[in-house]
């Protein structure tokens, strides 16, 4: 027998903007911005104790773990433009931890750092723009380019 837990790194997390109505949803564990243990479901110590409650009572943890992407374009902690370009703003996300991060979509105000408007950037998991693809949209899953 078992259980399958959350990822538990680090993710997005907003106090003000709900995705189709619903503020933070499930999926927003699967928004990571570093892999600290500091997520949704507690903090490192906490999901310690869950492992080890678990295992007394031969329950078995499945972690779901995220390492393939960070979180994506627009979900950055800055203020944004809307959509349209003009200069209305609403606020940023936070992360469910301490780490900062940016991203590149929207963005209204540049990076106190390097000076631009950021690009992928996750100091918290030591990423920065030249660790991600360019920022180019996917128009074809069969096109390599």
Known sequence: MGVKIFPVM??????????????NPWWYYYQPVSYN???????????RSLIKTCRAAGVRVYADAVINHMSGGGND???HR????SC???A???STGTSPYFTHDWTYEYNENTGLIPGLE??????????FHCERSLNSWNDPF
């Open 10 to 23: 680090e993710s997005v997390w907003s106090n003000e903007w709900p995705q189709s109505g619903e503020l």
């Open 37 to 47: 243990l500091t997520g949704r479901g507690g903090t490192r110590e906490q999901l």
């Open 77 to 79: 902690i800055l203020n």
């Open 82 to 85: 809307n959509g349209s370009g």
């Open 88 to 90: 209305s703003k609403w």
């Open 92 to 94: 940023g996300k936070t």
């Open 122 to 131: 996750f100091p918290g998991a030591a990423y920065n723009t030249m660790d």
